[in-house]
Structure formats: C-alpha cells, structure tokens
C-alpha cells in the first residue's frame, strides 16, 4: 500500500487529454513540493515535473501538472502513443523522514 | 552529458550482503546530493536513501524498511556513490536505481537516474 494514492490506469485516445491524481496528506503533498516521473517500459524512469508544475528542459508543455491542498494532478494533452507509461507522483513525507511515491498509473493510448 | 552508471548487482543468498556502486560522471558530483530507487518486479518506486554533499555535512538518511541494514556512502575524490546492503531479505530483490536529488536546483526532484541494477536475493 503506498503512501500516496494514484488510479492504477488511465487511458485515452491520440489526441485526448488524460488526468491522473495523487492523493496524499498533511505530512507530505500538503506541506512539500509535488514531483512527477514517467518511466517508458523497459526503460529508467525520468524526472517529469518538480516543484509541483514545472517542467525540466525538453519536456513537452502538452504535460502540466498543479497541486491543491493534499492532492496533486499530472495532465496530458495531445496524447501520443509514445505517452504509453507508467506515470509516478513523489514528495517528501515529514512523518516518514522521507520521500515516498505513489504506487504509479499505466496510462495506455488506445 | 550526465552519466550514473550503476553495478556490483546480482544473486545472493538470503541474509548475504552486497555492494551496489554507481559512477557519476557529466556533472559536478561533489556539489550533489545523491539517492537511492528500487523498483521490485512488476512493483512501483520506493525511495531507499540519499546522501548529501560534503558540504551540507555528508550525512545520510535512510528509508525504514532498510534502515539499520544498508549504508549509503560517497567518494567525492572518485565521482563514486556506494549502497553497502546487509542482512539482505527476499522483499529487497529489485531493480536499484542511483539518482541526482535535486541537483539541477533545489527541489527539482530526482533529476537524473541510471540504468539501474537487478539484485536478487534467493536461497
């Protein structure tokens, strides 16, 4: 059971927009920066976005994310089939002394 | 170009220790504060520990589950960071992931990984 919550799939056709939410607490998205990995199959994951909704050089602006309150949301729009992966929300966790994940969403383009 | 490039992987016995090391190289590695990811088979991503840079003290902090068993280490003067893994249990075996903690800024995250490197421990 993972400490942050995340729907374990999604799915949308080429060019629709798909939301995943990560639902945690107090002590973690409620007091510290969300982040967002995606990890192609068979491949390392790979930092998305950090501090809640910025995007690192060279990831595309059709993926945006916001947070509020205790909860979080990674948005892709203009799905591609090279969207297909597992998508993973992080923070850092006060009580826990550490960071800690949400248990991922495969996203599927159909 | 940023390179972590993760070995020392592979079978061990239950109870059995292990050292994991990766190789850093692209990037200033005595000015980053490095982690620990492992991913079991088919399972999600949990954070294992990190280290910070000399000069915020070079401590380290270590996840519950593998506290008091495995070690995080850095050599600086190799561009090395090590993960020391005793009492190894079966829920141990997963891909190990070594990764830069929010070195491009602060807080920006676990901003590069390695290839990763598969440790199994059976009997």
């Known amino acids: 059971q993972s400490v942050l919550t995340q729907p374990p799939s999604a799915s949308g056709t080429p060019g629709q927009r798909v939301v995943i939410s990560c639902s945690g607490s107090s002590s973690n998205i409620g007091r510290d920066y969300v982040y967002w990995y995606h990890q192609l199959p068979g491949t390392a994951p790979k930092l998305l976005i950090y501090r809640n909704n910025q995007r690192p050089s060279g990831v595309p602006d059709r993926f945006s994310a916001s947070k509020s309150g205790t909860s979080a949301s990674l948005a892709i729009s203009g799905l591609r089939s090279e969207d297909e992966a597992d998508y993973y929300c992080?923070?850092?966790?006060?009580?826990?002394?550490?960071?800690?994940f949400g248990g991922g969403t495969k996203v599927t383009v159909l | 170009e940023v390179q972590l490039v993760e070995s020392g992987g592979g079978l061990v016995k239950p109870g059995g220790s292990l050292r994991l090391s990766c190789a850093a190289s692209?990037?200033?590695?005595?000015?980053?504060?490095m982690s620990w990811v492992r991913q079991a088979p088919g399972k999600g991503l949990e954070w294992v520990g990190r280290?910070?840079?000399?000069?915020?003290?070079?401590?380290?902090d270590h996840a519950s589950p593998v506290k008091g068993r495995f070690t995080i280490s850095r050599d600086d003067s190799q561009n090395m960071v090590y993960l020391q893994m005793n009492s190894l249990k079966t829920e141990d075996t997963a891909v190990y992931y070594c990764?830069?903690?929010?070195?491009?800024?602060?807080?920006?995250?676990?901003?590069?990984w390695g290839q990763g490197t598969l440790v199994t421990v059976s009997s």
């Open positions: 692209g990037f200033t590695f005595s000015n980053a504060w």
């Open positions: 992080a923070a850092w966790d006060d009580s826990l002394s550490g960071y800690v």
């Open positions: 280290i910070r840079k000399e000069g915020d003290g070079g401590t380290a």
């Open positions: 990764t830069t903690d929010g070195y491009e800024l602060l807080s920006s995250g676990f901003d590069y």
